[in-house]
């Protein structure tokens, strides 16, 4: 299957601060998204993108898909205790089926 | 509005029982899937279902099966429970398969935490 990877594995941050993760594929996406596991929970999206350039927020959150289209990136600015969760980027080559996730970046703020 | 519904919560399965996930989401989705997650890995699809009574399957399918008979429900059987199946599994819906123009993402359940010892 396609390998992601995400950097990094975890952060460890002060409330206030801004945070930015980023994920990279071997193979060149057309749709990337973000997601967002509490823990015991199941994944809820965060931001969708489509093509390569775009930048979109959402509250908080800004994600953009890199031009190379192999890899995207994730930034919350002003983090809040509520952030705290495992982040996972997941991505989709031409039309088929299946996305790829990718291994997460643990968050936690601290307050 | 429940969304995706799994049950049960948390399973402990001897090796070689079987046991079957359920999962029922009552938002007339027409795709279904099951991922796996293992600790300090992604999620990894298993199968999944574009309709009743189609099912295909994902990036690791064996030692597991899924049937499809109503558009509500997709369960996931493991006929003969290894240790390797030890993992959080979650189901999960869309409407249509991430249709861009609507922007359509997936809802998943909260999970099931199978143990097999």
């Known amino acids: 299957g396609q390998q992601l990877n995400q950097s990094p594995q975890s952060m460890f941050i002060q409330e206030g601060e801004d945070v930015s993760m980023n994920c990279t594929s071997s193979?060149?996406?057309?749709?990337w998204l973000w997601y967002k596991q509490d823990p015991g929970e199941g994944p809820v999206l965060l931001i969708a993108?489509?093509?390569?350039?775009e930048l979109t927020s959402n509250g908080r959150l800004t994600a953009q898909f890199g031009i190379t289209r192999k890899d995207s990136f994730l930034n919350i600015s002003a983090s809040i205790p509520s952030d705290v969760g495992i982040y996972f980027c997941?991505?989709?080559?031409?039309?088929?089926?299946?996305?790829?996730f990718g291994t997460g970046t643990s968050l936690t703020v601290i307050p | 509005n429940a969304g995706v519904t799994q049950t049960p919560k948390f399973r402990i399965l001897k090796i070689g029982q079987s046991m079957t996930l359920q999962c029922a989401q009552d938002m007339n989705h027409n795709y279904m899937y099951w991922y796996r997650q293992d600790p300090g890995m992604g999620l990894k699809l298993i199968y999944y279902s574009v309709g009743a009574g189609i099912t295909d399957k994902g990036e690791v399918p064996n030692g597991y099966n899924v049937s499809r008979s109503t558009t509500e429900d997709f369960p996931l059987r493991l006929e003969l429970a290894a240790p390797s199946q030890t993992s959080v599994y979650f189901c999960?819906?869309?409407?249509?398969?991430?249709?861009?123009?609507?922007?359509?993402?997936?809802?998943f359940g909260s999970g099931t935490r199978l143990t097999v010892v």
């Open positions: 999960a819906s869309s409407l249509v398969h991430f249709d861009v123009r609507t922007n359509y993402g997936y809802t």
């Open positions: 993108l489509y093509k390569a350039g």
């Open positions: 193979s060149i996406f057309n749709t």
């Open positions: 997941a991505g989709r080559s031409g039309t088929g089926n299946q996305f790829y």
